[in-house]
T-cell receptor, first 117, second 116 residues
Framework: ETGVTQTPRHLVMGMTNKKSLKCEQH?????MYWYKQSAKKPLELMFV???????ENNSVPSRFSPECPNSSHLFLHLHTLQPEDSALYLC????????????????FGPGTRLTVL | DQQVKQNSPSLSVQEGRISILNCDYT??????FLWYKKYPAEGPTFLIS?????DKNEDGRFTVFLNKSAKHLSLHIVPSQPGDSAVYFC???????????????FGKGTKLSVKP
């Protein structure tokens, strides 16, 4: 596997289910991100991890719970979701922002298409 | 309030001609700008970027222009090819030492169709 992979690619769940999205990057990066893309909206940043530490939580409801066990893996645990949470969830990775080098391109996975019934 | 705006949801261009995709931003703290391309069922892929200290960056058929005074950037594709048909996202990043450095703010995207 190369680049950024995400599983599953498609997920249908009920509002009472608990599921997890998985992301893995094979690029040696130290920063990982979760984004949400809803229809006709821009990509919305949800969470950022730098060196396994969460550095950003963009006012995301607690029914979304991220986990970053190491720099290569990122999970998004889902429970008691609402139908409006149906969207494409994208994972990305990059080199971590370091003093003096603040900008790095992010590499995206293919996304998980989530439908909440 | 959207900080990065792509006001044209779609653009149709003839093969061989120039495609110009536009992007406006409101936050003067943004100092790095990127363009991503997205095909259906795939994640966005990085295309080209530009730092605010420059007004132009070129990579093959792709050129990005930045007009800081107008808070406007554009992506030019010359010549356009049918394989360029995709959704193009503009993104901006700001220098923020509070921990969010490097985080990207995206526009809604413009769907480019290049017709043979």
């Amino acid at each position: 596997e190369t680049g950024v992979t995400q599983t599953p690619r498609h997920l249908v769940m009920g509002m009472t289910n608990k599921k997890s999205l998985k992301c893995e990057q094979h690029l040696g990066h130290n920063a990982m991100y979760w984004y949400k893309q809803s229809a006709k909206k821009p990509l919305e940043l949800m969470f950022v991890y730098n060196f396994k530490e969460q550095t950003e939580n963009n006012s995301v409801p607690s029914r979304f719970s991220p986990e970053c066990p190491n720099s290569s893996h990122l999970f998004l645990h889902l429970h008691t979701l609402q139908p409006e949470d149906s969207a494409l969830y994208l994972c990305a990775s990059s080199q971590a922002a370091l003093a003096g080098v603040l900008h790095h391109e992010q590499f995206f996975g293919p996304g998980t298409r989530l439908t909440v019934l | 309030d959207q900080q990065v705006k792509q006001n044209s949801p779609s653009l149709s261009v003839q093969e061989g001609r120039i495609s110009i995709l536009n992007c406006d931003y409101t936050n003067s703290m943004f100092d790095y700008f990127l363009w991503y391309k997205k095909y259906p069922a795939e994640g966005p892929t990085f295309l080209i970027s530009i730092s605010s200290i420059k007004d132009k960056n070129e990579d093959g058929r792709f050129t990005v222009f930045l007009n800081k005074s107008a808070k406007h950037l554009s992506l030019h594709i010359v010549p356009s090819q049918p394989g360029d048909s995709a959704v193009y996202f503009c993104a901006a990043s700001r220098r923020d030492y509070g921990g969010s450095q490097g985080n990207l703010i995206f526009g809604k995207g413009t769907k480019l169709s290049v017709k043979p």
